[in-house]
């Protein structure tokens, strides 16, 4: 099974004790499931997905790489990921490149919502993705997707 990469494990393989292994899951299966939009493969072997701010809408577009040349990507979250869960994000706003990260393995992602009050008493519900990137011990990569996009890295506790 590790040979066949759906786990993946650290450390010496000698004895149990010297190594941890960890089950891959499917980054496409949870943003099919998360976006309710199926994504197709790209001939570069990256899925693609696009977020956009619309006024209090979040637009989820799924692209083939391309044709990026043919809409406009000033104010889009890029979300990229291949079959070996190797991650890619890059945004865009007000036609400025805001945070691009390249080619992380992704130990493990999930889904987030909160609830909370802004200072007027108003209740707001937050959405989220956190993904836990291999590279990274302490922290975490936060992507807010509602009421509006933010990214953030956070220590883990």
């Not at 393989?13 to 899951?25: M, Q």
């Not at 990229?80 to 393995?105: E, Q, V």
């Not at 987030?112 to 990274?136: Q, R, S």
Request: aromatic letters at 12%; charged letters at 35%.
């Amino acid at each position: 099974m590790i040979e066949s990469g759906r786990i993946e494990y650290r450390g010496s393989l000698e004895t149990i004790r010297d190594f941890e292994i960890r089950v891959l899951g499917s980054i496409n299966e949870f943003f099919v499931k998360l976006f309710k939009k199926d994504c197709e493969i790209d001939e570069d072997g990256f899925y693609h997905y696009l977020l956009e701010e619309k006024g209090d809408e979040l637009v989820v577009e799924t692209t083939d790489i391309k044709d990026w040349d043919t809409i406009d990507l000033s104010n889009k979250l890029i979300l990229d990921y291949d079959d070996r869960n190797l991650f890619s994000l890059t945004w865009f706003k007000a036609g400025r490149d805001m945070i691009r990260i390249n080619h992380s393995l992704i130990d493990n992602i999930e889904h987030k919502t909160d609830e909370y009050e802004d200072k007027k008493g108003k209740k707001l519900n937050t959405e989220g993705i956190i993904l836990f990137l291999a590279d990274l011990t302490d922290k975490y990569l936060e992507i807010q997707i509602k009421p509006y996009i933010s990214i953030a890295f956070k220590n883990q506790h």
